[in-house]
Structures are given as structure tokens and as C-alpha cells.
């Protein structure tokens, strides 16, 4: 089963365009190990989440008690359900391919995001694990992202330009697009750029973005492909002995919030 195919099994099965993103920061959690943490959030959420993201930042800052986490947390999660490798990597050929060779078989993600900025040779050892998801920084949800991404090149702004190179090199049907909840009109153009392409929406929640505008201008034709990604909301909703708790009731009020989304556009 290749990246889309789990993507959609489980997106179908949970009823869910919710992806959870497991970023522990021990200034926010309460006093518990990491994996313990990762492990209570999961299990409060898994019926309710198309994929889970953690961001390899998180771990990597503390170090090899970190990234021991991250190992035994992507084991954890149910074999049915993506969990998307939040890296951000790009580089030269030959130091790509040990990136994607780390992130995919040693750590075992089923999916990545990745820096386009070195061209289509940093991306391509990527690529080349055609049953593994890569999701390409397209329009990323920060506010500095402008600086670059909106930057006019001929005659269209970058990150279309970027789309529509990604678009190109979905030979193996694996690419996908990041594409902030922060930028509506940017995601809307996106997406008709790219109509069938998986597109992972972070920035709703903590960065403010819009949930419904999120699905309306993120899901394909058939109200899918969108994954909505929440971090601090989710797992950080209570810092007491009750986190798992609130985390559950926050990602199942994200679940219908975006459900009531998806069928208004039914309806239209």
C-alpha cells in the first residue's frame, strides 16, 4: 500500500481531515516522558485523525533521548494511519539521498516535507521511494514566508512556479504540496493548480488559521487530499493530568468543525 492509498483508507475510516502534529516541548507539557506523552495523545486520538506529524525539531533538541522518542512514537502509531516526518530537507544529491534513507528507512515515515529551494536533485532521492509520500514547501504559513514565495518571477509569483514543478514531477503519483491555512487565496490557487495532489494545511489553531476557508479552497473534487494539520491546540489544550482528555475533545470538535465544512460544500 503505497502513501495515498493509507491516506485515504484512513482519512475514509475516521471520517477525518484532521492530522494531529506531536510536538513536545517540555516548557508546555506536563510531567511526563515524551514517548509517554506521544503515546496517552495517541491513544485519546487515533479514531479521530487521517495522519499524525511529528516535527523532527522537537526531538532532535533533546537529543538522543529525543530521537529515541521519535522512534518508539512512530512505531506506536497503528499501522493504518500515515505519520508524515515534519523535516524540511533539502540538499545537494548525495547528502539526500542519506536524508531520505534516514527519514524513510531507519525512522520508517510514510511521508516527509521537504525544501525545494536546490531543485529537482535535492528532491529527487526523495521521489525515488515511490510508496512514500513528499510533501514540498509551496506556501508555508508564516509570516515571513513572504519574503520569498510571493516573489514575482516573469510573471507569477514563486510558489506557483513551485507548484506547478511539483506538479511535474509527480511521475509516481507521491508528491504533495505544504501550503499554509494562513493563505486562503494562495491555497485556492494551489489547488487549481494541482487538482489532484495531496496538500498538507498547517496554521489553523494557534497561528490563527481559517478551518472552513481551509477545506473550501484545500480539498480535490471529491472532498479529500486536504490533511489540516494542528499541534499546540490539540496536545497542548490542558497541561494537567487530563491532557489526553482535552486533546480528544479538541481534535474531535477540529473533526467536525471541518466535517460541517465539507458537507456545506455539498450542499452548494
Known sequence: MN??????NASRQSHSLVCVGLDPDPELMPEVGVFEFNKAIIDATADLVCAYKPNLAFYEALGLEGLTALSKTVAY????????GDAKRGDIGNTARAYAKALFETIAFDA??????????SIEPFLA???RGVFILCKTSNPGSSDFQTAICGNRPLYEIVAQRARDWNASGNVGLVVGATYPWELKNVRALCPDMPILIPGVGAQG??????VHNGVDAQGEKAIINSSRQIIYASRD????????KQAMKLRDQINQARAGMKGE
Open 129 to 131: 521511494h515511490r510508496d
Open 112 to 121: 516527509v516535507t521537504v525544501n525545494p529551494y536546490l531543485g529537482y536533485d
Open 77 to 84: 502509531v497503528p499501522k493504518t494511519i500515515p505519520v508524515i
Open 241 to 248: 493530568k487530563d491532557f489526553a482528555v482535552a486533546a480528544r
Open 3 to 8: 502513501f495515498i492509498e493509507k491516506l485515504l
Open 209 to 214: 488559521g481559517d478551518v472552513a476557508a481551509s
